[in-house]
Nanobody, 121 residues
């Protein structure tokens, strides 16, 4: 059973910073890519940033230049450094991992429970 555990959410003032962390655990062959999505009530979940196993990154236009995604040395951890936060960044942030369970298996997506980020003065 693959589990993703997020941490680091909270309340921050506009212009402030937060760092989200996500750790993947469970039996797996490898993680292909990890990423962060966010969702506000009444809207679809949207991609924030993704990082591949080779370190390639991609960001949404809304966060490009302000957020940085990175992976830990163990490759089962992903971070999201969020700077210059705006009220519109407030959302529940979900960690996502594309996992290959066994060497010859396909890729399956897994999600964390989400962590709340609130940006308010």
């Amino acid at each position: 059973q693959i589990e993703l555990e997020e941490s680091g959410g909270g309340l921050v003032q506009p212009g402030g910073s937060l760092r989200l962390s996500c750790v993947a655990s469970g039996g797996m062959y490898q993680i292909d890519r990890m990423g962060w999505h966010r969702q506000v009530p009444g809207k679809q979940r949207e991609l924030v940033a993704v990082i591949t196993s080779t370190g390639s990154t991609n960001y949404s236009d809304a966060v490009s230049g302000r957020f940085t995604i990175s992976r830990g040395k163990a490759k089962n951890t992903v971070y999201l450094q969020m700077n210059s936060l705006k009220p519109e960044d407030a959302a529940v942030y979900y960690c996502n991992a594309a996992v290959q369970i066994m060497k010859n298996s396909g890729i399956s997506n897994y999600w964390g429970q989400g962590t709340q980020v609130t940006v308010s003065s």
